[in-house]
């Protein structure tokens, strides 16, 4: 059974750091791209950063520069290292995760951060 254990999310005043992280199991294929999104209250879902399994990231313009992911292969774990963070940020963060032949794709349960101003 595929599980997705999400960690590192908080509460944090504007300027801060947070570091997330996500651990894929029971996953029998080849991971290919891992990624986060976020949700924040009464918006829809919104890609903040996805990794390709070489390595190749891809960011939404308002976290640039500011935010950083990446893999540990042999781990099935991707990290999402946020700095100077904003009260905007505030949203619960998701992992996704799609492999396989197909393609198919999981997600986490989400974990919440939260900005202060």
């Known amino acids: 059974q595929v599980q997705l254990v999400e960690s590192g999310g908080g509460l944090v005043q504007a300027g801060g750091s947070l570091r997330l992280s996500c651990a894929a199991s029971?996953?029998?294929?080849?991971?290919?791209?891992m990624g986060w999104y976020r949700q924040a209250p009464g918006k829809q879902r919104e890609l903040v950063a996805t990794?390709?399994?070489?390595?190749?990231?891809n960011y939404t313009n308002s976290v640039k520069g500011r935010f950083t992911i990446s893999r540990d292969n042999a781990k099935n774990t991707v990290y999402l290292q946020m700095n100077s963070l904003k009260p905007e940020d505030t949203a619960v963060y998701y992992c996704?995760?799609?492999?396989?032949?197909?393609?198919?794709?999981?997600w986490g349960q989400g974990t919440q951060v939260t900005v202060s101003s």
């Open positions: 990794i390709t399994s070489g390595g190749s990231p």
């Open positions: 996704k995760v799609t492999y396989g032949p197909h393609r198919d794709a999981y």
């Open positions: 029971g996953i029998i294929f080849s991971i290919n791209t």
